[in-house]
């Protein structure tokens, strides 16, 4: 996966703080980085070390949380543990392995499930990675009748 540029600004009530998840998480190709390791940039709990000189990739990158007031402050991605972004049609959420269960935990599941609902109709889908796993959310209605 590759860190996608996010279209929007962030809400002007929402901010990083101390997190430093998207430095962690996900696999940067132009740096060479892998999945669920630091950036070698990245002071843990403080941020970015090279900030005012940081990658114009890094300067466009926000996470769903920051942009998107229909997710609720239990998406920070300090208390989820977990990053969501859109690639496309893909829904991507990554988990902090240090909490590798907290996507199955509520309330987040169901809304997992919901997001896959809503977004298949427009060929769209949710993938959590968790550690090694990953998996395809299925959708609300058919998860229910199973
Ligand atoms: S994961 Fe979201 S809230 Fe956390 S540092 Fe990245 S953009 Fe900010
Ligand atoms: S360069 Fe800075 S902002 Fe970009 S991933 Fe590394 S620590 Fe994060």
Same mark, same amino acid.
């Given at each position: 996966?590759?860190?996608?540029?996010? !279209?929007?600004?962030?809400?002007?009530?929402?901010?990083?703080?101390?997190c430093?998840?998207c430095?962690?998480l996900?696999?940067?190709?132009?740096?060479?980085k !892998?999945a669920?390791?630091?950036?070698?940039?990245?002071?843990e709990?403080?941020g970015c070390?090279?900030y005012?000189d940081? !990658?114009q990739l890094?300067?466009?990158?926000?996470?769903?949380?920051?942009?998107?007031?229909?997710l609720?402050l239990?998406?920070?991605?300090?208390?989820?543990?977990?990053?969501v972004?859109?690639?496309?049609q893909?829904?991507?959420v990554l988990?902090?392995?240090?909490?590798?269960?907290t996507? $199955?935990?509520e !309330?987040?599941l169901?809304? #997992?499930?919901r997001w896959?609902?809503?977004?298949?109709?427009?060929?769209?889908?949710? $993938?959590?990675?968790?550690g090694?796993?990953?998996?395809?959310?299925?959708? #609300?209605?058919?998860a229910?009748?199973?």
């Amino acid at each position: 996966m590759t860190v996608a540029p996010a !279209p929007a600004l962030p809400l002007p009530n929402r901010a990083c703080g101390t997190c430093t998840l998207c430095c962690r998480l996900p696999e940067i190709e132009e740096f060479d980085k !892998p999945a669920n390791a630091w950036c070698e940039n990245c002071v843990e709990g403080r941020g970015c070390a090279i900030y005012t000189d940081r !990658p114009q990739l890094c300067r466009d990158f926000l996470c769903q949380w920051m942009t998107d007031e229909t997710l609720g402050l239990e998406w920070e991605p300090s208390i989820s543990n977990m990053m969501v972004y859109r690639q496309g049609q893909q829904i991507t959420v990554l988990v902090d392995p240090d909490h590798a269960a907290t996507w $199955i935990r509520e !309330p987040y599941l169901t809304q #997992l499930r919901r997001w896959a609902a809503e977004s298949m109709h427009d060929g769209g889908y949710v $993938i959590v990675f968790a550690g090694d796993d990953v998996t395809k959310i299925r959708p #609300l209605a058919e998860a229910n009748h199973s």
